[in-house]
């Protein structure tokens, strides 16, 4: 990719306020790395600020020179951690309170566009009584929202629906930008008359599967297959285990079992609900949908209008007695399983990383040609 404007390679500034380590399994540390490969994939020399402070700040000064020496760069874009941005080191205390913001001043000072993708807002949730930590940690929070509102040119989201949430006036571009996902060869699974439900991810707090594991017990046409963490499971044993039934196995795999798990499943489970899940989107959603799988979900949650608005799984509301019916009937009816699975191939492909990473290169250089 060039600039058609200058006929430069096509540069761009990627930065993470934390160290990326991509053997780990969480959605926020993958996504990062997803993304970082997207945007080289459709054609972008991609600068990086990520790890410690220490890292960020020769990055930073070495892309400072870049820029003071001529080098163009289309668009910054920043990816949120799960914790603010001033207390993402190991020890959590705001040692290099002029790092990261300031560059982004400097970015926007020199006319480059700047989006970041804001991941959630969990902190919002929090009891306001919780230990003395927490109660810091929201000041900062709050800081990174003040400092979004003055810099940014285009905050992204993993829903629309998160906006309205978050406590601060944004008054530029927002955009949806949810996780993407990488297409996998179609799933040839067969169904054999027991309609076979995989749930992986995690389990116990804003994963409370209950409803789930009750209805699944009282349905002996359905089993279930729950991966998750050894120790995410140990945590929870007391509550799950006396919810066990012959139809319902617990494994612990990743890697390449994963994708054993999906090739023998005929259904997807995303059944939890609370208050963060009515807008919340969970990255396995997507993940999933690079498997072609279909997917099951509560009515009253985001997944569950995209499953319902995309025709591509089958949703019902969060009762035993509702999670027993529909599977039932679900196992009666093969061909249901068939048009979601179809419906879910052929929308695949406008939801990969290398779609996300072009929504954004097109969404920041249209501030560019806009504003210049």
Known sequence: MTDTKTNAPARMIFHVPLHIDPTLHSASQIRPVKLQKAFSDIGYTVD???????DRKRQIAAIKRNICNGVKYDFLYSESSTMP???TESHHLPTHPFLDFPFFSFCKKHD????LFYRD???CFINKNKDF???????FYRYDLTQYSKLLDVLFLPSFEMLQHIPFSFTRKVEELPAGCELHPSNTHVFDGRLR?????GIGGIYDMRTLFKAVAQTPEVSLTVCCRPDEWRAVTDIYEPLLSDNINIVHKYGSGLDELYAGAD???MFFTNDYTKFAVPYKLFDTMGYSMPVFAPSDTWTGSFVKRNGVGVVCNNSVDEVCSTLASLSRDSSLLTAFRDKMLSIAPSHTWQARARQVADSLTEVNSYTH
Do not use: D
Not at 112 to 115: Q, Y
Not at 133 to 139: E, F, L
Not at 197 to 201: C, Q, W
């Open 112 to 115: 480059i566009p700047i989006g």
């Open 85 to 87: 941005t001033l207390l």
């Open 267 to 269: 259904l997807f489970s």
């Open 121 to 123: 807002i969990h902190w």
């Open 133 to 139: 930590k927490q109660r810091v940690a929201k000041y």
């Open 48 to 54: 990086v600020i990520e790890g410690c402070a220490a």
């Open 197 to 201: 439900l995989l749930y992986i991810g």
